[in-house]
C-alpha cells in the first residue's frame, strides 16, 4: 500500500515513529525537520500516474493572513524544533490552490483525507468548492483535544475523508 502526504512539514500528525513504511512524504519547502523523500508543489506531483496510491494526506495551510509570527514558516518552538506552518495572503490564494491541488490529486487516488481548520474559511465552505471538483464527502471528525486546536484556540479543527464522486459526468 502507498500513502502520499502532500503536505509532509514536520511530520507532527504522525506518531513518534516519522519513518512509516509505505509513507511517501512530499513538501515545497526546504530545511524540514525530517527532509521530505520529494520536494515538490503538490498542485504538480512529479510522480507516475500508473502507480496505485490508496489515498492522500492533505494538511494544507488554512489561515489566511496570519499575524508575523505565525506567517513566519521557520517558527522556533519552545523544544528548539522548527514549525511549519505555511499560510495564505488571502482567500483568492488559498481557494484556487485547493482547488487545483484535488483536481491534481484525482490523477492518483479515489481517496484523500484533509485536515482543516476553520479560522478564516469554514469547513462547509471549503468543502463546496471541492465537492465541485468531483470529491464526495465520507466522514467529517471534529478534533477535540487541547493539543489538536492548537492550545486553547476556539477554531474548530477536522479531519475529513473525501473520495472522487466516480458519479459525476465528465469529472475525469
Ligand atoms: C499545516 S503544514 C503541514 C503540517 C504537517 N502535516 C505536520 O504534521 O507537521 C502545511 C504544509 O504544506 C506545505 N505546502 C503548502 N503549499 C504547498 C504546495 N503547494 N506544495 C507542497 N507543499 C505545500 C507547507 O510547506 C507546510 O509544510
Not at 490552490?97 to 476553520?118: H, L, P
Not at 463546496?128 to 489538536?148: C, P
Amino acid at each position: 500500500m502507498v500513502i502520499l502526504d502532500v503536505t509532509a512539514g514536520n511530520r507532527k500528525i504522525w506518531s513518534s515513529k516519522k519513518d512509516i513504511p509505505g509513507v511517501i512524504f512530499i513538501d515545497k519547502e526546504s530545511g524540514l525537520l525530517i527532509n521530505q523523500d520529494i520536494m515538490a508543489d503538490n498542485t504538480h506531483l512529479p510522480i507516475r500516474i500508473d502507480l496505485k496510491i490508496d489515498s492522500i494526506i492533505f494538511d494544507p495551510p488554512w489561515m489566511v493572513n496570519p499575524p508575523p509570527w505565525f506567517n513566519n514558516k521557520k517558527h522556533r518552538t519552545g523544544s528548539g524544533g522548527i514549525t511549519y506552518y505555511g499560510s495564505y495572503n488571502s482567500k483568492k490564494e488559498i481557494v484556487p490552490y485547493i482547488n487545483s491541488a484535488f483536481i491534481e490529486f484525482k490523477k492518483y487516488t479515489n481517496r484523500v483525507c484533509m485536515k482543516w481548520g476553520d479560522s478564516d474559511i469554514p469547513l462547509y465552505r471549503m468543502l463546496g468548492f471541492i465537492k465541485r471538483s468531483g470529491w464526495i464527502l465520507i466522514k467529517q471528525i471534529e478534533l477535540k483535544s487541547k493539543r489538536n486546536r492548537g492550545g486553547n484556540s476556539k477554531t474548530a479543527n477536522w479531519w475529513v475523508v473525501l473520495e472522487r464522486d466516480s458519479g459525476v459526468w465528465g469529472v475525469v
